[in-house]
T-cell receptor
Framework: DTGVSQNPRHKITKRGQNVTFRCDPI?????LYWYRQTLGQGPEFLTY????????KSRLLSDRFSAERPKGSFSTLEIQRTEQGDSAMYLC????????????????FGSGTRLTVV | GQNIDQPTEMTATEGAIVQINCTYQ??????LFWYQQHAGEAPTFLSY????GLEEKGRFSSFLSRSKGYSYLLLKELQMKDSASYLC???????????FGAGTTVTVRA
């Protein structure tokens, strides 16, 4: 297992276009999180999946944003009608079900997708 | 919600020690994490505290006082490669969402 994989690494798009990012978590991890990070800030929570169920969404996740995890494995995050304010690093993280070991290690993050909206 | 504060920047000399403080006010607490993040890269796990006291891992140590809502990360024998942003994060009850501070940029000078 090579960890959490995110594609693409970089995306430049014109304002108003739709973009989709993909996250492949560590295979045995049932929890998957999306975060957004802007320059000089810490990551901000967007949404969370346990298996295929989306259990929590931040109010940061406007109706232009949608996330799916159709088979409880990989996840996609789509942004419709992108705006310049959407420019950020989008981070995916995964963790396993609660256990003494996993609780002590929190998440494993992917390398992120850097979105630039021009 | 969570309110997490840490200094914006710190500078130290190679071989020295630096202490990064983090204070938090949370509606739920299920552990405090420190992550290291180099520019343009993902955060990587450094340490975890859930009980009061000091956890030591090589050159890095982390301390927690739950009653004071306070933690610190201690970096010893600083190396140039330690120049990075250090993120304090508090985990809530399941689903174990992490709330992050804005990060402290540490610059190590020769």
């Amino acid at each position: 297992d090579t960890g959490v994989s995110q594609n693409p690494r970089h995306k430049i798009t014109k304002r108003g276009q739709n973009v989709t990012f993909r996250c492949d978590p560590i295979s045995e991890h049932n929890r998957l999180y999306w975060y957004r990070q802007t320059l000089g800030q810490g990551p901000e929570f967007l949404t969370y999946f346990q298996n295929e169920a989306q259990l929590e969404k931040s109010r940061l996740l406007s109706d232009r944003f949608s996330a799916e995890r159709p088979k409880g494995s990989f996840s996609t995050l789509e942004i419709q009608r992108t705006e310049q304010g959407d420019s950020a690093m989008y981070l995916c993280a995964s963790s396993s079900r609660d256990s003494a070991q996993s609780l002590g290690y929190g998440y494993t993050f992917g390398s992120g997708t850097r979105l630039t909206v021009v | 919600g969570q309110n997490i504060d840490q200094p914006t920047e710190m500078t130290a000399t190679e071989g020295a020690i630096v202490q990064i403080n983090c204070t938090y006010q949370t509606s739920g607490f299920n552990g405090l994490f420190w992550y290291q993040q180099h520019a343009g890269e993902a955060p990587t796990f450094l340490s975890y505290n859930v009980l009061d006291g000091l956890e030591e891992k090589g050159r890095f140590s982390s301390f927690l006082s739950r009653s004071k809502g306070y933690s610190y990360l201690l970096l010893k024998e600083l190396q140039m490669k330690d120049s990075a942003s250090y993120l304090c994060a508090v985990r809530d009850a399941p689903p174990h969402k992490l709330s992050f501070g804005a990060g402290t940029t540490v610059t190590v000078r020769a």
